[in-house]
T-cell receptor, first 119, second 112 residues
Framework: ETGVTQTPRHLVMGMTNKKSLKCEQH?????MYWYKQSAKKPLELMFV???????ENNSVPSRFSPECPNSSHLFLHLHTLQPEDSALYLC??????????????????FGEGSWLTVV | AQSVTQLDSHVSVSEGTPVLLRCNYS??????LFWYVQHPNKGLQLLLK??????LVKGINGFEAEFKKSETSFHLTKPSAHMSDAAEYFC??????????FGTGTQLKVEL
């Protein structure tokens, strides 16, 4: 157990469906992340939240909509996805210092991922 | 700009023999480097990290890595492979900020 819990672990959805992925961390961290892991590709950072504020959107299509109601919870709302969006979506958390101090060396802890299949 | 290069996409070893997974990095900042392992259908688990303290870092499950600034390398080693070590391994770099740069991964296969 890493202290980062993702639900559901597996999700199959049609292209017209709306669904959400949920992530919860029990580590007292103040930064949370969504990553996408596709077959044969490096992990792709999607979004970063620090203290509930989005600090990075890595050119993610608007059909992915993140929500961070507090430092312990992070959602990824999914709408009108495409088959190429099928992937493993990993949530992570860490302590995050301010941008000047950078948080260098702060370990990022990952959840076990949500396998998404778009049909 | 920063980058991580994992030199081997696949490594195959026999059980009981040493493991070497290679990682080279490039960073404009003093780097922090991590190795994560991902078993099938699982998330990423931290094996070890280097953050400018001792250059030889010991991690879980008998793994260790040595930070060599002159060679810009952070190779992962284990003296004796076990079947349970079969997984994908990621070398990861942070430089400025908390943004991680991932290598493309090395799939380790352990044979009897």
């Amino acid at each position: 157990e890493t202290g980062v819990t993702q639900t559901p672990r597996h999700l199959v959805m049609g292209m017209t469906n709306k669904k959400s992925l949920k992530c919860e961390q029990h580590l007292g961290h103040n930064a949370m992340y969504w990553y996408k892991q596709s077959a044969k590709k490096p992990l792709e950072l999607m979004f970063v939240y620090n203290f509930k504020e989005q600090t990075e959107n890595n050119s993610v299509p608007s059909r992915f909509s993140p929500e961070c109601p507090n430092s312990s919870h992070l959602f990824l709302h999914l709408h009108t996805l495409q088959p190429e969006d099928s992937a493993l979506y990993l949530c992570a958390s860490s302590q995050m210092a301010g941008s000047l101090t950078g948080g260098i060396g702060n370990t990022i802890y990952f959840g076990e991922g949500s396998w998404l299949t778009v049909v | 700009a920063q980058s991580v290069t994992q030199l081997d996409s696949h490594v195959s070893v026999s059980e009981g023999t040493p493991v070497l997974l290679r990682c080279n990095y490039s960073s404009s900042y003093s780097p922090s480097l991590f190795w994560y392992v991902q078993h099938p259908n699982k998330g990423l688990q931290l094996l070890l990290k280097y953050t400018s303290a001792a250059t030889l870092v010991k991690g879980i499950n008998g793994f260790e890595a040595e930070f060599k600034k002159s060679e810009t390398s952070f190779h992962l080693t284990k003296p004796s492979a076990h079947m349970s070590d079969a997984a994908e391994y990621f070398c990861v770099l942070t430089g400025g900020g908390n943004k991680l740069t991932f290598g493309t991964g090395t799939q380790l296969k352990v044979e009897l």
